[in-house]
């Protein structure tokens, strides 16, 4: 048995937690806000309540699986439940699409808005996916990252797919002709956080995960999870230290041997009774190494509008894109000028379509989304830009005719996230969501590995690191950490 600290409680965090925890070992939670759950946030006001995180879920198997191993039935905390649509797709001239998780309903919805022949492509890509799925499953995604995993017989002989160069944009660009079914391909770049032109194909595994596994949200919303995960910290006995934080380390030997923190009353505490320490976040250059430091190309970050609206919108579902007229300029606005992009695509979530206690009656509670670039010295979220941003969003959404209202005159709620905030809440870098993106498949050499290279009993765990962000992995990165440390607990 060890004496392990985490520091962060994040979902990873948390996760990480709870199985060391079942697994025997004595761990301790240290955060440096006064709640937890990190990214997977809640805000709740006037009767809205809004999930400020994560807002769709996929790989439902992870939550059962983790339930399951750690002895626990997962209905007695969370209750996972299907969406029809996985998202209503918007385009200015009216043409609209629904991505339903039945692949019936599928079949007939990509014939009947794009024709039969974008559904052959359809069928095709994800055929084509599907071999990125296959060889990464269990090779990357639920196993600590080496480079042997891929050198497999299968992944020596299709060598070059992986390393072909191609981008999630020339695989769209293959498989389908109509540039809207581009367009909605190429998003899913955006989950984590990179760009379709410059992503690798690879990455097409995340639409296959959304159409294989479908979409689903929470019953009580999405921050129900880290609710669960708090309660089976207190069943397991673990303490969550809140408003610690880690600051500084000393190590001797090649193991760190104190963290030093600064506690919300501004007082400095040194923790040295322990074993291991995870860091549930890539911060701090001491733990990751002034190397990381080095790279500029930082996933995207995010501004957020939490908006009480007043009235119904009978055309938009739960989750919905209203997309840009230029995707390939909105990129190059965000990933390369490093700027908020002039024409930007928007997500709106509302959970009150689902969850009918999340908004009071005759109101909807819109989690709105614009993708932003990490923070640079090219764009400051001042007030001003921020009144300026929101403005352009609000006259963007009318645009589109998707609400019958005035949703100006119809706001009851107004609460505005930038990058900074993403920074400020999260120690995200640059206010990144994700940690260095994954614009270039070296990314999965340059992240901090889930064991660090400098100290041998320091691990990280989480989105901005091995096998990166989003929910799901997050559960699997805190599954991966738990069998590392278990299976080399002698030699740390
Ligand atoms: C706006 C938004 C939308 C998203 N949408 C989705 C989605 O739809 N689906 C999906 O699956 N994922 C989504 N994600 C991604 C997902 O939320 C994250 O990948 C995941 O929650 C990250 O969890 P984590 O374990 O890496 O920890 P984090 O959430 O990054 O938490 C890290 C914790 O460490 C703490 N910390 C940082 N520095 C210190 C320090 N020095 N000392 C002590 N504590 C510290 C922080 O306060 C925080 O609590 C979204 C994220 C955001 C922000």
Redesign the pocket.
């Known amino acids: 048995m060890k004496k392990i600290i985490i ?9 990480n937690a709870v199985r060391l925890a079942h697994s025997g070992h004595n761990v301790e939670i ?4 006064s ?7 809640e805000y709740s006001e006037s009767g809205f309540r809004f999930d ?7 790989m439902p198997y992870v939550f059962r699986d983790f339930f399951s191993d750690i002895g626990k039935n997962i209905d007695d905390y969370i209750k996972i439940m299907p969406l029809e649509n996985s998202c209503r797709y918007f385009w200015k001239d009216g043409r609209e699409f629904n991505a339903y998780t039945d692949p019936e309903n599928l079949r007939e919805e990509i014939i009947s808005v794009f024709g039969e022949k974008e559904y052959d492509g359809f069928l095709n890509y994800m055929e084509y996916a599907k071999f990125f799925f296959d060889m990464s499953e269990k090779n990357i995604l639920e196993s600590e990252f080496k480079l042997r995993n891929f050198l497999s017989v299968k992944g020596i002989k299709n060598i070059n797919k992986f390393i072909s160069g191609k981008s999630i944009n020339d695989l769209s660009n293959k498989f389908y002709t109509d540039p809207k079914m581009r367009q909605l391909f190429d998003r899913y770049a955006t ?1 984590n956080g990179s760009s379709p032109y410059l992503a690798s194909q690879i990455f097409s595994i995340i639409p296959y995960i959304e159409f294989l596994y479908g979409s689903w949200y929470i019953e009580g919303g ?1 921050h129900r999870i880290a609710q669960a995960l708090i309660r089976l910290c207190g069943e397991f006995g673990v303490n969550i230290n809140y408003g ?4 500084d380390i000393h190590s001797a030997s090649g193991k760190i041997n104190m963290c030093i ?1 600064k506690t919300a009353d501004e007082s400095r505490k040194e923790i040295t009774d322990f074993d291991i320490l995870i860091s ?2 890539t ?2 250059r001491k733990l990751t190494g002034k190397e990381y430091f080095k790279s500029t190309d930082w996933s995207t ?2 501004f ?1 509008a939490l908006l009480g609206v007043n009235g119904n919108s009978v055309k938009l579902s739960h989750h919905n894109i209203l997309f840009s007229d230029d995707y390939e300029k909105e990129f190059i606005d965000i990933c390369e000028k490093k700027m908020p992009a002039e024409d930007m695509t928007i997500y709106i979530s509302i959970t009150k379509k689902s969850i009918a206690e999340d908004a009071p009656d005759g109101k909807e509670n819109w989690f709105v ?1 614009a993708n932003a670039p990490s923070l640079t010295k090219n764009f400051e979220w001042t007030e001003k830009n921020s009144e300026e941003y929101f403005n352009k969003i609000i006259d963007k959404i009318g645009s589109f005719g998707i609400y019958d209202g005035n949703l100006k005159e119809d706001l009851l709620l107004k609460k505005l ?1 930038t990058p900074a905030d ?1 920074l400020n ?4 870098e640059f206010g990144s ?2 940690g260095l993106s994954s614009n270039s498949l070296m990314t999965m050499f340059r992240r901090p590995k889930n064991r660090s290279d400098y100290y041998s009993n320091l691990f990280f ?5 091995h096998p990166g ?6 559960f699997l ?2 599954k991966i950490v738990t069998e590392m440390i278990n299976t080399d607990q002698k030699s740390i």
């Not at 520091?7 to 996760?15: E, K, M, N, S």
């Not at 240290?30 to 806000?33: A, H, R, V």
């Not at 709640?35 to 946030?41: H, I, S, V, Y």
């Not at 610690?244 to 600051?247: A, C, D, S």
């Open positions: 520091c962060g409680a994040g979902i990873a965090g948390l996760v240290f955060e440096k806000n709640t937890a759950g990190g990214k997977m946030g400020t995180g994560p807002s769709l879920i996929t989950y999405i610690h934080e880690l600051k923190f549930n976040f911060n701090n970050s995010a957020i989304m996230f993403m809440n999260y120690g995200s969501i994700y765990t989480g989105g901005n690191t962000g989003g929910v799901p992995l997050c990165s805190g």
